[in-house]
Structures are given as structure tokens and as C-alpha cells.
């Protein structure tokens, strides 16, 4: 196991970790008071500090493993794995209103199940190709919505820190998380729709690589 695939080995470590500490605290329920006046409390905090250091982590093991020539199977196996286990257990597990405390912000629960339903289906969408002996590269769009999807996570970890400020009297579906919720949202379903046209000859078992 080289350097790159340890890091992204890391980040599924570390989502496990975290998901069993939201878990027990769910549990334990724990009393959580807010930062000074801010809607913020040091659980999501850390949380939230915790999340974009694993985020790093996708782009540095990539980096390194491309400067460095050190691509394997095994990396290329774990870092889909440990990018769906980060987003979505943390998408699925925020779209619980005031899981922890009351208050918090939610995930919306339908833009959950449509982000996620989308990564199945493309994730089919990848399997098949690959027995067909073919790649399907990322899109813009798909580098967009996973771009999107991690900054309305962290957003919502923040529980609308510091857009509590000026955003606080409107109504929560539009707030600035859930705004840039539905925007991951949209490029989710337009980046899924691009990857199904331009590879629909997928589905009659086509081989020969045309879009």
C-alpha cells in the first residue's frame, strides 16, 4: 500500500470514526450550548473542521499519486468508495432535523435522496462500462456537484454560521446552506443526465468507445 492509497485509506478511517461519534452522541445527547450569541456550537465545529481536512484528503492523494506516478488498482478501487462513504453517510445522517440539538439546520431529506440515487445509478452507469472494457471520465459537472455538495455540507455543519447574520428572518428553505444545497442539487441531475446521453450505447453493450 503506497502513500496515496494510505491517505485515501485514511479518509475512510476517518469517516467511520466520525460517524460512530454522531452516532453515540445521538445516544447520549449530550448538553451542547452555542458559541457566544452564534448559532454555532464547538461539536460542529470540530465536526466541520474534521470534515474539510478528509475533504483535503481527496485532492492530495490524487495529487500525489499523479505527480509521482503511483496510480494502483487498489487506489483507484478505495477512492470512490471513500468519497461516496464521506459525502453521503454525512449527507444521510444531516438531512435528520435537530438530530443532536434543536435548531440545527437539516440537509433537505429530498435533495438527499436524489443526490444519492444519482451516485447509484451513475456508480451502475461506471460498472457496466468498465465490463465493456471502457472508461467513463468525470465531467465538469459531476467536478461541480461534488464541489457544491461538500462546501452545503460544511455550510450546514456551521449550522448557517456566519450567513445567520443577515439571513436569520428569512424562511429556511432559503437560506444560504439550502440555497447551495439545490444548487449541488441541479448540477447533480444535469451532470447525471450528461453522463447517461453521452454514454447510452453503454446499455446495448457497444464497444467501441463512441458517445
Same mark, same amino acid.
Given at each position: 500500500m503506497n502513500l496515496p492509497t494510505k491517505i485515501t485509506f485514511s479518509r475512510i478511517v476517518a469517516t467511520v470514526v466520525m460517524l460512530v461519534t454522531l452516532f453515540v452522541l445521538t445516544i447520549v445527547k449530550p448538553t451542547i450550548n452555542p458559541i457566544g450569541e452564534t448559532p454555532l456550537t464547538w461539536l460542529? %465545529?470540530? =465536526? @466541520? #473542521? @474534521? @470534515? #474539510? &481536512?478528509?475533504?483535503y484528503t481527496d485532492h492530495l492523494d490524487g495529487s500525489i499519486a499523479r505527480k509521482? /506516478? !503511483?496510480i494502483t488498482d487498489l487506489g483507484k478501487f478505495l477512492d470512490p468508495i471513500a468519497d461516496k462513504m464521506l459525502v453521503n453517510s454525512l449527507v444521510i445522517f444531516l438531512s435528520i432535523p435537530g438530530v443532536l440539538y434543536e435548531g440545527q439546520m437539516a440537509f433537505p431529506y429530498w435533495c438527499a435522496v436524489i443526490l444519492i440515487v444519482r451516485d447509484i445509478i451513475i456508480d451502475a452507469l461506471r460498472s !457496466?462500462?468498465? +465490463?465493456?472494457?471502457? #472508461?467513463?471520465?468525470? +465531467?465538469?459537472?459531476? *467536478? =461541480? *456537484?461534488?464541489?457544491l455538495e461538500m462546501v452545503? &455540507?460544511?455550510? &450546514? %455543519? =456551521? /449550522?448557517d454560521f456566519p450567513f445567520s447574520y443577515f439571513d436569520s428572518a428569512w424562511p429556511v428553505a432559503l437560506k444560504i446552506p439550502n440555497i447551495l444545497v439545490y444548487l449541488a442539487? &441541479?448540477?447533480?441531475?444535469?451532470?447525471?443526465a450528461i453522463y447517461l446521453i453521452k454514454n447510452k450505447d453503454v446499455f446495448v453493450g457497444k464497444k467501441d468507445g463512441s458517445k
Amino acid at each position: 500500500m503506497n502513500l496515496p492509497t494510505k491517505i485515501t485509506f485514511s479518509r475512510i478511517v476517518a469517516t467511520v470514526v466520525m460517524l460512530v461519534t454522531l452516532f453515540v452522541l445521538t445516544i447520549v445527547k449530550p448538553t451542547i450550548n452555542p458559541i457566544g450569541e452564534t448559532p454555532l456550537t464547538w461539536l460542529y %465545529l470540530g =465536526l @466541520f #473542521v @474534521f @470534515f #474539510v &481536512i478528509a475533504s483535503y484528503t481527496d485532492h492530495l492523494d490524487g495529487s500525489i499519486a499523479r505527480k509521482r /506516478n !503511483m496510480i494502483t488498482d487498489l487506489g483507484k478501487f478505495l477512492d470512490p468508495i471513500a468519497d461516496k462513504m464521506l459525502v453521503n453517510s454525512l449527507v444521510i445522517f444531516l438531512s435528520i432535523p435537530g438530530v443532536l440539538y434543536e435548531g440545527q439546520m437539516a440537509f433537505p431529506y429530498w435533495c438527499a435522496v436524489i443526490l444519492i440515487v444519482r451516485d447509484i445509478i451513475i456508480d451502475a452507469l461506471r460498472s !457496466m462500462a468498465a +465490463s465493456q472494457g471502457r #472508461v467513463i471520465a468525470a +465531467s465538469i459537472w459531476g *467536478k =461541480l *456537484k461534488t464541489v457544491l455538495e461538500m462546501v452545503c &455540507i460544511g455550510a &450546514i %455543519l =456551521l /449550522n448557517d454560521f456566519p450567513f445567520s447574520y443577515f439571513d436569520s428572518a428569512w424562511p429556511v428553505a432559503l437560506k444560504i446552506p439550502n440555497i447551495l444545497v439545490y444548487l449541488a442539487t &441541479i448540477a447533480s441531475v444535469v451532470s447525471g443526465a450528461i453522463y447517461l446521453i453521452k454514454n447510452k450505447d453503454v446499455f446495448v453493450g457497444k464497444k467501441d468507445g463512441s458517445k
